[in-house]
T-cell receptor, first 113, second 114 residues
Framework: KQEVTQIPAALSVPEGENLVLNCSFT??????LQWFRQDPGKGLTSLLL?????REQTSGRLNASLDKSSGRSTLYIAASQPGDSATYLC????????????FGKGTKLTVNP | GAVVSQHPSRVICKSGTSVKIECRSL??????MFWYRQFPKKSLMLMAT?????????EQGVEKDKFLINHASLTLSTLTVTSAHPEDSSFYIC??????????FGPGTRLTVL
């Protein structure tokens, strides 16, 4: 059974900092992994989908890396802004190429002006 | 990114009534949609996988007669909470899977059962 751990659980930083959010998962036989953000009381916004054949995926100030062998993914946020404040969730598949996603508890990020 | 809508965004109902929530993928066709519920400060919990034209697949512990799912078209799935009770109060979120396996989520529906 896939289990997801995200560290840290919460993070508070001043505006402008570069930061790294960590995600580890137990079943490394995955085809892809997706990162989301969730604002309070809202649904999830897809940030990046990284395929197992890729080591990195970039979108604007966001960069996600995937190391299947170690069961880890990281989300790098450059030059953080107050609007980045949200809970960030990584979601690998339940197993292999399963269409079902498994979510951790996320990292709650607060970027202070 | 792709757009998924949910309706209603918020509903308050009396105990014993049924509530229908719609999930639509607005700019792509989704053969597979998913329904989740989320309790305050908790992870998303997958309830069921909804496949167009076939019966939904429910996760262990989710009552299929309680949570009726219909995926009538490639852009619409509905979740009906039947005979709702206060313990069904929760945040319900749907997602739709695109052909590249990327999932897009709706904005969620806050259900409060009095």
């Amino acid at each position: 059974k896939q289990e997801v751990t995200q560290i840290p659980a919460a993070l508070s930083v001043p505006e402008g900092e570069n930061l790294v959010l960590n995600c580890s998962f137990t079943d490394s036989a995955i085809y892809n992994l997706q990162w989301f953000r969730q604002d309070p009381g809202k649904g999830l916004t897809s940030l990046l989908l990284i395929q197992s054949s890729q080591r990195e995926q970039t979108s604007g100030r966001l960069n996600a890396s995937l190391d299947k062998s170690s069961g880890r993914s990281t989300l790098y946020i450059a030059a953080s802004q107050p609007g980045d404040s949200a809970t960030y969730l990584c979601a690998p598949p339940y197993q292999g190429g399963s269409e079902k996603l498994v979510f951790g508890k996320g990292t709650k990020l607060t970027v202070n002006p | 990114g792709a757009v998924v809508s949910q309706h209603p965004s918020r509903v308050i109902c009396k105990s014993g009534t049924s509530v229908k929530i719609e999930c639509r993928s607005l700019d792509f066709q989704a053969t597979t949609m998913f329904w989740y519920r989320q309790f305050p400060k908790k992870s998303l919990m997958l309830m069921a996988t909804s496949n167009e034209g076939s019966k939904a697949t429910y996760e262990q512990g989710v009552e299929k007669d309680k949570f009726l799912i219909n995926h009538a078209s490639l852009t619409l799935s509905t979740l009906t909470v039947t005979s709702a009770h206060p313990e069904d109060s929760s945040f319900y979120i749907c997602s739709a899977r695109r052909a590249n396996n990327e999932q897009f989520f709706g904005p969620g529906t806050r259900l409060t059962v009095l």
